[in-house]
């Protein structure tokens, strides 16, 4: 089992930044893709962006320039540096670990940009 435990999110002004970041604790194997999924009211749960215990980093096409995910292995950490927040990146984001078949996901924070 891996537990995943979130922080950041709230409330910011569009074209503010927040940061999220999540601690992975539990049976932890070396490879491993640390990610963020978020989920609008009414939208299918989408990845955003995804980082492998090599660093190699995934994003999706509306946050590439805005976003930026980092990890730290010694830490079991993931985080996601969002800038230049709009209107649509308000959704409740889920911090996901992935290690072959297996996939767990955190309790999600909401992220909410008004404009």
């Known amino acids: 089992q891996v537990q995943l435990v979130e922080s950041g999110g709230g409330l910011v002004q569009a074209g503010g930044s927040l940061r999220l970041s999540c601690a992975a604790s539990?049976?932890?194997?070396?490879?491993?893709?640390m990610g963020w999924y978020r989920q609008a009211p009414g939208k299918q749960r989408e990845l955003v962006a995804s980082?492998?215990?090599?660093?190699?980093?995934n994003y999706v096409d509306a946050v590439k320039g805005r976003f930026t995910i980092s990890r730290d292995n010694a830490k079991n950490t993931v985080s996601l540096q969002m800038n230049n927040l709009n209107a649509e990146d308000t959704a409740v984001y889920y911090c996901?670990?992935?290690?072959?078949?297996?996939?767990?996901w955190g309790q999600g924070t909401q992220v909410t940009v008004s404009s």
């Open positions: 539990g049976s932890i194997f070396t490879f491993n893709t």
């Open positions: 980082i492998n215990s090599g660093g190699m980093t």
């Open positions: 996901n670990f992935r290690s072959g078949y297996r996939s767990y």
